[in-house]
C-alpha cells in the first residue's frame, strides 16, 4: 500500500538533487545506485511522477537540473528502463553545474518527464519582509508560468507539475521506509500541486 499520510494513502516519490558529492543536498553515485537496487529488489517499480499507476509504483524525480543528473543518473537509468521526472528552475539550464538545453531535450526525447521548478529557485512560501501581496502575487505568477512556458516552448510538451523549492516541513519530510533501510532522501507527501490552479482551485497529486 502507499504510505499513508493523516489516515489517507498517498503516492510515493523520492526527490534527488545531485550526484556531485561536493555540493549540499547530494548524494554519492554509488549510494544512489544501492538505493535504486534496493527499491527493485524489494518488488517496486521506479517511474515519472505522471505513470503512478498501483501501489507497487514509486515516482522518481530530479529538482534543480543538476549536471550529474545527465552524466551519472540519466544514462545508468536508460539502461535499467528507467525514466524520471527532472524539474529544472529555468534560469539555471546552461550554466556551469547545471544541464544545458540540449541535454533537457534529449532527456525528453528519450522518456523523461520535463516540469516545472520555477525561474529562478525562488523560495514561494511566504512573501519577501516589505514585499506586498500583490508583489508576491506578481513573483509566484513570474516563477510559475514563466517557467512552464519557456519549457513548454523549448521540449514542445506540457508541463503539469510544479515543484516548489526550499519549502519546509511538514511538506518535506525526512524518513526511512522499508526494511532494507533504503533511504528515501525526501519523500513528498501529495504537495507537488499540478499546475496550474494556484490562483483559483487548488488542485493535489491523491
Given at each position: 500500500e502507499f504510505i499513508a499520510y493523516e489516515g489517507k494513502p498517498q503516492k510515493i516519490i523520492l526527490c534527488y538533487h545531485s550526484?556531485?558529492?561536493?555540493?549540499?543536498?547530494s548524494l554519492g553515485f554509488n549510494e544512489f545506485k544501492r538505493q535504486i537496487e534496493g527499491i527493485e529488489r524489494i518488488g517496486f517499480t521506479l517511474?515519472?511522477?505522471?505513470?503512478?499507476?498501483?501501489?507497487?509504483?514509486?515516482?522518481?524525480?530530479?529538482?534543480?537540473?543538476?549536471?550529474?543528473?545527465?552524466?551519472?543518473?540519466?544514462?545508468?537509468?536508460?539502461?535499467?528502463?528507467?525514466?524520471?521526472?527532472?524539474?529544472?528552475?529555468?534560469?539555471?539550464?546552461?550554466?556551469?553545474?547545471?544541464?544545458?538545453?540540449?541535454?533537457?531535450?534529449?532527456?525528453?526525447?528519450?522518456?523523461?518527464?520535463?516540469?516545472?521548478?520555477?525561474?529562478?529557485?525562488?523560495?514561494?512560501?511566504?512573501?519577501?519582509?516589505?514585499?506586498?501581496?500583490?508583489?508576491?502575487?506578481?513573483?509566484?505568477?513570474?516563477?510559475l508560468y514563466t517557467a512552464k512556458r519557456k519549457i513548454e516552448s523549448e521540449i514542445n510538451h506540457n508541463v503539469e507539475y510544479f515543484a516548489y523549492p526550499d519549502i519546509l516541513a511538514p511538506f518535506y519530510q525526512r524518513v526511512r521506509i522499508f526494511n532494507s533501510g533504503v533511504l528515501v532522501h525526501f519523500l513528498r507527501y501529495c504537495f507537488l500541486e499540478r499546475l496550474f490552479g494556484f490562483f483559483g482551485e487548488k488542485r493535489f497529486i491523491s
Open positions: 550526484l556531485n558529492i561536493n555540493r549540499d543536498s517511474t515519472r511522477i505522471d505513470r503512478l499507476k498501483n501501489p507497487r509504483s514509486i515516482g522518481l524525480t530530479f529538482d534543480d537540473a543538476d549536471k550529474s543528473i545527465y552524466k551519472l543518473a540519466y544514462p545508468y537509468l536508460r539502461k535499467k528502463g528507467i525514466a524520471g521526472t527532472l524539474f529544472i528552475p529555468t534560469d539555471y539550464i546552461g550554466k556551469e553545474g547545471f544541464v544545458s538545453w540540449e541535454e533537457v531535450k534529449e532527456m525528453s526525447k528519450n522518456g523523461w518527464d520535463i516540469q516545472a521548478h520555477g525561474v529562478t529557485h525562488q523560495h514561494l512560501d511566504e512573501e519577501y519582509q516589505d514585499e506586498t501581496k500583490e508583489d508576491y502575487k506578481k513573483r509566484m505568477y513570474n516563477e
